[in-house]
């Protein structure tokens, strides 16, 4: 077909495509496509990236064979091209999708994409993507009760086959600072490094994807930022709790709805489980339910015992002259009861008294330095949620027994509800864990009385007064 020709059937077919589309997504996905040529019926077109070529084969391929078709007599073929500064790329960069002939109604078939493939430059960017700490390993990750499943689902993806992700995707793990999350998430991506140097990880914060997305928006290259996520097979994003933005959440979104539907895995790590998100949209919010949510709770007594030891270790090895006993290492195990920053904070602050004192630590001192260290935390490591169901029964006259029963009435209801707003609000419990010991209730239920007790608290004068000399109690006789 003659060059004139062949832009004259474009328009056509460009202005067909903003008719059914609407000028907004028009713009944003065929703006930039232009024809390259129509022999034998195979029609060739070009966009300027691999996410432009990426996006319209997986999403709009069935719209533009159909329309395409309308306008190019014999269409048997379409070949999507990604452009290299400005001129098309060589054919190896074609994928070619073939055309057949339209069902019954002139429905046609959806464009199969065969392949694609990676620039060098982006490749080598993706190589170089930075890993936190490289000694949060599997191997330096203490596994107990509390961050069994975490691990087990965390070590999953890091074996998992190239090319397809494991039985659930996304993974998404949810905890209090401090328990091993980010840890996690930085064992992945090199146990996968090193086990399979092909797979392409990207590890990164909410943080650095929206400063990065806001540099792509300041350059005018928000495509480029678009690409880079397109290559990747493994996704690995922290902090996810501080994503903000409509557009940033948004373009998020588009990242993580593409890589799942091409069976890329994504990891993604919170503070709070997906339903706590609240300034996150709610369908991204469903998207994240639709994988595994793990969560990882405070370490046991026991788990606490093995993560002091290692630090000793390693105390020792920088310091010989730091002599920390087996019974000291009991006393901070119960003491603290936070996760291995908490811990590790403690027993410097042992081994710091020791040094400038220039004298050994007995249980005494020990307990004498950590005398402030249960304190700490977000529970103060004092308040226990046995405390909160004694309490609560005692002022409302209910037994424990019912508080953990599931009878509906509402005097057993209420201070139940009233019990797990201040579980919430005075340890460091996460949701799953405040409803196991609530009557093994699930998370949806412990969210539910929260937000039901703040609401009425704000109507109900008296209710707050309650909760004000509840809380007061709990404290004085934790």
Not at 240 to 248: E, H, N, S, V
Not at 284 to 289: D, G, K, Q
Not at 316 to 324: C, H, K, L, S
């Amino acid at each position: 077909m003659e060059p004139s020709r062949l832009r004259e059937t474009w328009a056509r077919v460009a202005q067909r495509l903003r008719a059914e589309l609407g000028d907004d997504l028009y713009t944003s996905w065929f703006g930039r496509m232009e024809p390259e040529g129509f022999v034998d019926g195979a029609l060739a077109a070009s966009v300027p990236t691999r996410f432009l070529k990426s996006w319209i084969e997986n999403h709009y391929s069935a719209k533009l064979a159909k329309i395409a078709s309308a306008e190019f007599p014999g269409l048997r073929q379409i070949q999507v091209r990604v452009r290299v500064q400005g001129a098309a790329a060589q054919p190896t960069a074609v994928s070619r999708s073939v055309v057949p002939p339209p069902r019954a109604g002139g429905e046609v078939p959806a464009l199969q994409p065969m392949g694609s493939f990676l620039p060098q430059a982006a490749e080598a960017a993706l190589s170089r993507a930075p890993i936190i700490d490289e000694s949060q390993t599997f191997d330096s990750f203490m596994v107990g009760q509390s961050n069994q499943l975490a691990h087990a689902a965390a070590m999953r993806v890091a074996h998992g086959p190239a090319g397809s992700p494991v039985g659930f995707n996304p993974l998404y793990i949810h905890a209090g600072a401090g328990l091993g999350k980010t840890h996690l998430l930085n064992a992945v991506a090199q146990r996968i490094r090193e086990t399979q140097p092909l797979r392409k990880v990207m590890v990164m914060t909410a943080e650095r994807f929206m400063y990065t997305f806001i540099q792509a928006v300041r350059q005018r290259d928000t495509l480029s930022f678009k690409d880079q996520f397109q290559s990747v097979d493994v996704l690995l994003i922290d902090d996810f709790q501080f994503l903000q933005g409509k557009a940033i959440q948004q373009e998020f979104c588009h990242a993580f709805n593409s890589l799942v539907d091409q069976r890329r895995q994504v990891v993604v790590a919170a503070d709070v489980p997906p339903a706590q998100l609240d300034t996150v949209d709610q369908r991204m919010r469903s998207r994240l339910m639709g994988g595994l949510v793990v969560d990882i709770e405070s370490p046991d007594p026991g788990l606490r015992r093995k993560i002091l030891a290692v630090r000793r270790d390693l105390l020792a090895a920088r310091d010989p002259g730091a002599v920390i006993s087996d019974e000291i290492l009991d006393l901070v195990a119960e003491r603290v009861t936070g996760g291995g920053r908490e811990l590790e904070g403690a027993l410097n602050r042992i081994a710091a008294f020791q040094q400038f004192n220039s004298q050994p630590i007995t249980l005494d001192l020990a307990s004498m330095v950590l005398r402030d260290a249960a304190s700490q935390g977000q529970d103060q490591g004092r308040i226990k949620i046995d405390d909160i169901l004694k309490v609560v029964g005692r002022h409302y006259n209910v037994s424990k027994n019912d508080l953990l029963s599931p009878r509906r009435a509402r005097n057993v209801v209420v201070p139940r509800q009233i019990g797990m707003y201040l579980a919430k609000k005075l340890t460091s419990r996460s949701l799953p864990e405040i409803g196991r010991r609530f009557g093994g209730r699930d998370h949806s239920t412990v969210l539910h009385a929260v937000r039901k007790i703040d609401d009425l608290m704000r109507a109900d004068e008296k209710l707050a007064k309650d909760l004000t000399q509840l809380i007061r109690l709990i404290e004085q006789g934790a």
